[in-house]
Nanobody, 121 residues
Framework: QVELVESGGGLVQSGGSLRLSCAASRSISTIYSMAWYRQTPGKQRDLVASIGSGGSTTYADSVKGRFTISRENAERTVHLQMNSLKPEEPAVYYC???????????????WGQGMQVTVSS
């Protein structure tokens, strides 16, 4: 069974830091890219940061210089270090893994269940 297990969400003060983690189950036999998205009520889910299999990264303009995405391939885990969090950044944060569970099956987007991040002013 394919599973993404997210951890690290919660409440933080404005200006504070949180580290999100997402571990992919071994049923995803091949992992390509890994990413974090966030969504607020009534809005679309937006990309926060992504990291490719070779380590190349992409960030939303709003988080550049404050957030860092990293991955541990051996642990099949992706992290998002979030610093200097702003009051307007509370959202549900989702992990996404692009991969295959079988070489004969198509590349699939796998999503975590989402974690609430709340920033108090």
């Amino acid at each position: 069974q394919v599973e993404l297990v997210e951890s690290g969400g919660g409440l933080v003060q404005s200006g504070g830091s949180l580290r999100l983690s997402c571990a992919a189950s071994r049923s995803i036999s091949t992992i390509y890219s890994m990413a974090w998205y966030r969504q607020t009520p009534g809005k679309q889910r937006d990309l926060v940061a992504s990291i490719g299999s070779g380590g190349s990264t992409t960030y939303a303009d709003s988080v550049k210089g404050r957030f860092t995405i990293s991955r541990e391939n051996a642990e099949r885990t992706v992290h998002l270090q979030m610093n200097s969090l702003k009051p307007e950044e509370p959202a549900v944060y989702y992990c996404k893994v692009v991969g295959r569970d079988n070489i004969l099956r198509p590349i699939t987007n796998y999503w975590g269940q989402g974690m609430q991040v709340t920033v108090s002013s």
